[in-house]
């Protein structure tokens, strides 16, 4: 990528092509201290008010600098590495990596003081965009601390079940999830439109045996079935199902595919939950290609060829990405003891928002 001018125009040229830099796009960019508020970044002035038909009058390229003189009288040093900037990808560095069962590290990172502010939260965010989750350890367990933990990050996503949820069996439950029996692999939520992006859980207390977490890469699995299912995948991913949630005093429902794509028909979410999934009426044909992808798709994702499986102990907070990671736990025994989780959620303008706000703070 560079940049390069020629009779009074700028051009970007990256991979063999070349484009004109519109002169208005660089004008309504101009930064001197009467433009640019230094703190907010926000402009002092209304670019909608300028005329559009702005030109340059003299240009000039000096080390890595671009000195633009406009004809409206203004004139900018505009930093190359800013412009180049803005031409590549915002979330570039925020790759995943696919897993499944032979996953070993898990890149656990210990709780400190101020660790929101430290360089290992950038790490711990980094990672978790790469394997769809984290582990913090040694995370303080009183007061319902996982408050403060999310929106020490972001802002909580408040949802019909709260700020924040309490994870432990109880009398008449109004999701499974408050019993002892053992929980599949599934994504929250998939009735909600938008579908909560990360959910946090923070063990509080676990004096039983059972009760493991498990973990899956839906990413992973999706991949999976691209490769050795096509017309499966293809379904899956085409075909919106209902998902409905009915509380006492909402009825909550979202029409969306199992795997959902981008536009450019790279991997975007997941959601499974088929406790909860209503398949339109189609035609038998259809619908039998249909159940049987979704059948394919639930024993992979209950494989342990995908699945890992660990225990949490008090302290332990995990983050995931719950529009790329399924989890779940095994069965429980409540005469053995305790088990009590709390979870709550956050949406990605947080987590992306912490990591764009560490990156520049610690220059990486
Ligand atoms: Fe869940």
Redo the contacts with the bound molecule.
């Keep these: 990528m560079k940049i390069e001018l020629n009779n009074n125009k700028v051009f970007f040229k990256n991979l063999g092509l070349r484009k004109e830099i519109h002169p208005f796009w660089l004008r309504e960019r101009i930064n001197g201290e009467e433009h640019l508020d230094k703190v907010t970044q926000q402009r002092l002035f209304d670019p909608t008010e300028l005329k559009n038909n702005v030109k340059i009058n003299k240009l000039r390229l000096i080390n890595n600098f671009l000195e633009v003189s406009f004809n409206d009288g203004t004139y900018n040093k505009f930093s190359i590495q800013d412009i180049l900037n803005e031409f590549t990808s915002n979330n570039q560095h925020l790759n995943k990596v696919s897993w499944d069962a032979s996953l070993k590290v898990f890149n656990n990172f210990y709780f400190e003081k101020n660790i929101f502010e430290k360089k290992s939260m950038h790490q711990a965010l980094i990672n978790f965009y790469k394997y769809g989750f984290v582990i913090f350890k040694r995370v303080p367990t009183k007061n319902n601390f996982i408050v403060k933990f999310a929106n020490s990050i972001g802002s909580i996503r408040k949802t019909n079940f709260g700020e924040f949820f309490n994870?432990r069996s109880k009398p008449n439950p109004n999701?499974l999830?408050y019993t002892s029996l053992a929980?599949s692999p599934?994504?929250?939520?998939p009735y909600r439109n938008p579908v909560p992006c990360v959910?946090l859980?923070h063990c509080i207390e676990n004096e039983v045996s059972g009760g493991l977490s498990t973990l899956v890469d839906g990413y992973g699995v999706s991949e999976k079935l691209k490769n050795d299912y096509p017309n499966y995948y293809k379904i899956l991913t085409q075909i919106k199902v209902k998902f409905q949630f009915i509380d006492k005093n909402v009825i909550l429902e979202n029409w969306a595919e199992m795997i959902e794509l981008d536009k450019n028909k790279n991997f975007k979410q997941v959601r499974f939950?088929p406790r909860l999934d209503f398949v339109p009426l189609m035609d038998k044909k259809k619908l039998g290609l249909f159940y049987d992808a979704r059948k394919k798709i639930s024993e992979l994702y209950n494989s342990d060829k995908f699945k890992i499986q660990f225990k949490l102990v008090p302290g332990d907070l995990i983050m995931m990405d719950?529009h790329r990671l399924l989890?779940?736990r095994t069965k429980y025994d409540i005469n053995e003891g305790k088990r009590f989780l709390q979870?709550c959620y956050i949406d990605y303008d947080s987590t992306h928002g912490k990591i764009k706000y560490l990156k520049r703070k610690f220059n990486i």
């Design positions: 994870v999701d999830a929980l599934h994504t929250d939520n959910q859980l939950s719950n989890h779940g979870g």
